[in-house]
């Protein structure tokens, strides 16, 4: 597998390495999703299959939501969680931003949080259930970091925010919150070592004055750098599934290598290899996602041109 180009990305190649890193980490692992470790042989390339039988890189829900959580974005010039939850509604309805014209994988915890929007019209409709703690908004995340580059405490407030949408339970509210302070500094070029640091936080966050969730905090402490798998599992839990991300993040030095180390883990592995991609990608830029995979990736050049809006919008939220 090709490694990262030399010198350092531009911040282009990083708003779209964010984004087609998650869509290439989702179609990398929809091969082992639902599968239990050591029942299967590791796969070492992008290959598709899976349970819904997909075409080497063909998607999931991951990036469909991702999808419409950025042309939300740019559309509303901002963040407006009610249009975001219809164009969710649309995905699962008519297929909007789907790899196969259809929604064929969906989170329970999604499903009722739109059911619930449905009913009600409150957009965020995400339940507050510690139980329902799912990856399903952290799997989404990249968007909101992206958008609002320019001003980290907002990104980091309105990734809590987005993830009420659907996930309200506070460890997954505080996921989204750290790790999109993980990708402003990825965004903004902090070395690795520097980004993995306990408690990393962008300029301008103080995790002390709004402290995350015990479970988060702890990997925010670094848990992922003394942990191994079997104990690193990348199950749809967001504290497991942030945990099994970061331990790929951590222990790789290319996109690729991460990636398989990441979908490997099986369980809800295109959910983990969507949330490593999304710091993999801002980290090491869209050159480093091998070009096989990149070729492959169902509307790859619509995921870029999400990504170029988002970018643009960024530099008018830091002019507006």
Sequence with gaps: ?????????????????????????DALGTTLEFTRPGTFAPITDMIGGGPFRLAPGQWTDDTSMALCLA???????????????????????????????????????????????????????????????GNGSLMRLAPIPLAFARDPVAAVEQAGQMSRTTHGA??????CRYYAGLLIGALQGVEKSALLTPHFAPLGVDWSATPLAPAIATIA??????????????????????????????????????????????????????????????YYGVEAIPAPWRARLTHAEAIAHLADGLLDLA??????
């Design 1 to 25: 597998m090709p490694t990262a180009p030399p010198g350092p990305p531009t911040l282009r190649a990083r708003y779209q390495g964010a984004l087609l890193g998650l869509a290439a980490g």
């Design 71 to 133: 042309e939300s974005l740019i559309e509303c010039r901002g963040f407006e969680a009610a249009d975001q939850m219809h164009r969710y509604r649309r995905w699962r309805g008519e297929g909007d931003w789907s790899s196969t014209g259809r929604c064929f994988d969906i989170g329970n915890t999604v499903a009722s949080a739109l059911n619930r929007f449905s009913d009600t019209g409150d957009p965020f409709a995400g339940a507050t259930d510690p139980h329902t703690a």
């Design 170 to 175: 506070a460890e997954a509210v505080d996921a």
């Design 221 to 282: 402490a670094g848990s992922f750098k003394e942990r191994h798998p079997p104990a690193i599992r990348g199950t749809g839990y967001v504290v497991q599934a942030l945990e099994a991300a970061l331990w790929a993040f951590h222990t790789s030095d290319t996109f690729a290598d991460g990636a398989l180390k990441a979908v490997n883990l099986g369980e809800d592995a295109d959910t983990t290899g969507a949330i490593y991609g999304q710091l993999a990608g801002a």
């Design 315 to 320: 530099g008018r939220e830091a002019t507006d």
